[in-house]
């Protein structure tokens, strides 16, 4: 089975993703206590203005919200509790909008992509009212009534999104009694863990439409705004970051993650990485540095380089290819020494590999290993242009807005991200592709459409809803 760029969480990782993205919440009629996440901690909200979409040749963005309530058993009334429960509930959606029936209902071809919409987390929360219930559940607590108003972005398939804006409305189902709506039958045989069912759960399959029904599920509808779609002229800015005055180096940092396990033989994320560096090789024409490969860690870090002569400059583009355990429940360093000295050196930086629910490229995640080792954490280029093209499952819903923040503290930063589920053997051809785009100097200054032409070309059709933002 071809591997997805996700992957279950354990009991760490659970937590860890349930904390990550600090959801706002107002009107709370609950108390106040900590979590261990460092709560509160600065809100991330999602953009207004139709000049802040994502440009997708695939899907558009739109403005979303909703109203919902659900029951569940809480530990206590505190803030922090309540921020986890809705979480847990509206995450939900990620699970739904990519089940085959949601999608083949808009006319869409499940094998083309899998998957017809994905939300832009965190949402902004506000309206919560909490209700105790005469119910309790032995091992898990008093059972409260909590009902709230979500907002954000939601990145719709554009052939959804040709329905959607002219009924402003979607109809969707959403869980109501979280504390019973697990079940391992309704779920991936891959994934089967309560932990992660909100990604995999199938609420149309056979014995399974209860999870579409009363009491288990409530009709919830989601009204939808049209915010328009950026300029498909607008410049990756690629003159910029290879050509910046006083430039003779462009560095290009790429890492790639395992599929399953480094003790995997036959490993598709190392059989990808492989392949990609015989590809700029023999078909790029770059140089493998011997003096400069070797182990980064415990892991193999191959360097590759090119000269390139433009405008009368000498160029010199060096690759640095890393191969390593990436998941959040891994001791090992090696994958966030190698991240901090991508943000702080690279001009182009790329993870393939899973997105852990969320956990893998959390920076405090990443800082608090770094410190762990007694080093500094990872800074942003306060002067510098960066792109980062982050291929794992949905990183657009987990990583887009925590990346775009960074905007605000350094120089311009464009994020390439997944709407969708990425497969392992589709990494080969979007990165070679990214790769020949970064080093093509006979276009100066191609638009982002152009360089997403390039990318999508040999998918033969099929979509992860690519995208690039925050513009």
């Given at each position: 089975m071809t591997g997805f760029k996700t992957r279950r969480l354990l009991a760490l990782g659970l937590a860890f993703a349930l904390v990550s993205f600090g959801i706002s919440t107002d009107s709370f009629s609950a108390g106040a206590k900590k979590r261990k996440s460092a709560y509160p901690r600065k809100l991330l909200t999602a953009p207004t203005t139709a000049k802040e979409t994502v440009i997708s040749l695939t899907s558009v963005e739109m403005h979303f919200e909703f109203d919902a309530e659900f029951e569940t058993s809480l530990e206590d009334g505190a803030k922090s509790t309540i921020d986890l429960a809705i979480q847990n509930h509206y995450q939900h959606l990620l699970g739904y909008f990519q089940n085959r029936k949601v999608v083949e209902d808009f006319g869409i071809s499940f094998a083309l992509s899998q998957g017809v919409a994905m939300p832009r987390l965190p949402l902004l929360v506000t309206n919560v009212q909490t209700e105790k219930t005469n119910k309790k559940i032995s091992y898990a607590g008093q059972v409260s009534r909590i009902s709230y108003h979500a907002a954000g972005r939601l990145l719709v398939h554009k052939e959804a999104y040709e329905q959607l804006k002219k009924v402003g409305v979607w109809n969707v189902t959403?869980?109501?009694?979280?504390?019973?709506?697990?079940?391992?039958?309704?779920?991936?045989?891959?994934?089967?863990?309560?932990?992660?069912?909100?990604?995999?759960?199938?609420?149309?399959?056979?014995?399974?439409?209860?999870?579409?029904?009363?009491?288990?599920?409530?009709?919830?509808?989601?009204?939808?705004?049209?915010?328009?779609?950026?300029?498909?002229?607008?410049?990756?800015?690629?003159?910029?970051?290879?050509?910046?005055?006083?430039?003779?180096?462009?560095?290009?940092?790429?890492?790639?993650?395992?599929?399953?396990?480094?003790?995997?033989?036959?490993?598709?994320?190392?059989?990808?990485?492989?392949?990609?560096?015989?590809?700029?090789?023999?078909?790029?024409?770059?140089?493998?540095?011997?003096?400069?490969?070797?182990?980064?860690?415990?892991?193999?870090?191959?360097?590759?380089?090119?000269d390139y002569v433009v405008e009368g400059r000498m160029i010199r583009v060096e690759i640095l290819r890393l191969l390593a355990d990436t998941s959040i429940d891994k001791p090992n360093i090696t994958f966030a020494k190698f991240f901090k000295e991508a943000v702080e050196d690279g001009d182009v930086i790329i993870y393939a590999g899973h997105s852990g629910l969320g956990g893998n490229l959390d920076f405090e995640n990443l800082n608090a290993k770094l410190r762990e080792n007694k080093i500094a954490p990872i800074q942003f280029s306060k002067t510098k242009k960066q792109i980062y093209y982050l291929d794992g499952c949905s990183s657009y819903s987990y990583y887009l807005l925590p990346f775009g923040q960074k905007k605000k503290d350094a120089s311009r930063i464009d994020i390439l991200t997944n709407g969708l589920e990425s497969l392992f053997d589709k990494e080969f051809y979007l990165q070679t592709a990214f790769y020949e785009v970064l080093v093509d100097f006979s276009e100066e200054d191609p638009s982002w459409t152009r360089v997403l032409e390039r990318m999508e070309a040999k998918m033969q059709g099929q979509t992860f809803l690519l995208n690039v933002g925050p513009l």
């Open positions: 959403m869980p109501y009694d979280l504390d019973h709506y697990y079940d391992i039958k309704c779920t991936s045989p891959d994934y089967t863990g309560i932990e992660d069912f909100w990604y995999f759960y199938n609420p149309f399959r056979n014995g399974c439409r209860k999870l579409n029904d009363v009491p288990l599920a409530l009709p919830v509808t989601l009204h939808l705004k049209d915010l328009g779609q950026p300029s498909a002229d607008f410049s990756a800015g690629l003159k910029e970051l290879r050509l910046a005055p006083g430039k003779d180096t462009l560095k290009i940092y790429s890492v790639n993650g395992f599929a399953d396990d480094a003790s995997v033989r036959g490993d598709e994320g190392r059989r990808s990485y492989d392949d990609i560096n015989k590809y700029v090789v023999e078909k790029m024409g770059f140089t493998h540095d011997a003096m400069r490969s070797s182990k980064h860690g415990n892991r193999p870090m191959n360097v590759f380089t090119k």
